[in-house]
Structures are given as C-alpha cells and as structure tokens.
C-alpha cells in the first residue's frame, strides 16, 4: 500500500513538472527541425532550409518522434544509422541513399499533453 502511494505519488509530481525542466514526454506534441547527411558530410534533407518544422507526437512509432524523448526546447540529438535502421525507418526510399546517415534532431518547441 505504500508503494503504491508513492509511485502515485512520483507519478503526479513528475507530471506537475513543466516541459522546459523535464524534456518532452511520450505522447506530447513537439515541434522539431532536423537534418539528415550522407557520408560524405553532403546535406540530403534539411528542415529548416524548408522553413518549417516537423510536427510529432514524441514516441510514436517513427524515428524522429522516438528521437524526441527527453529533449528540451533547443536541445538535438545526432544519430547515425546503419543499413538496418535506415530502412527500418524508411528513410532509404525517401532519400534515395545508402547507410550511413548522419540525422541530427533538433527541437524547436513543445507542448504538453
């Protein structure tokens, strides 16, 4: 009984905590940029060369919302994926490219649940 009074417990507190102290969690809307570069450093997809964000609900079943979790408005993530995960990501039909890329997150903005 007390255990589970405290995992209550923490699960509100955590909750009341705002977005800008704890990063974006499952299920929040984020707005992201990103940038994906082959091997040789040349940009394939960029962003904010179209000028507009990247619209995710963070953790669903895709990389860049996956990419998402736990970052803070301004904070990015850079990952490199191999053959595998680039075309379980569908990025290879995209762009059109082979593995390695280089994908960098970026978050522009969020907004709690």
Known sequence: MVATFL?????????????????????ETAALHFQVRDRSGKVLADSERRG??????????????????GLLPGEERVMVLDADSL?????DRLLGTQAPVEVRVRVAQSEPR
């Open 7 to 27: 995992a209550l417990a923490l699960e509100i507190a955590v909750s009341a905590v705002p977005v800008f102290e704890r990063g974006i969690q499952t299920g």
């Open 52 to 69: 507009l964000p990247y619209r995710v609900r963070a953790g669903e079943d895709d990389l860049l919302s996956r990419a998402a979790l």
């Open 87 to 91: 075309r379980a990501s569908q990025l």
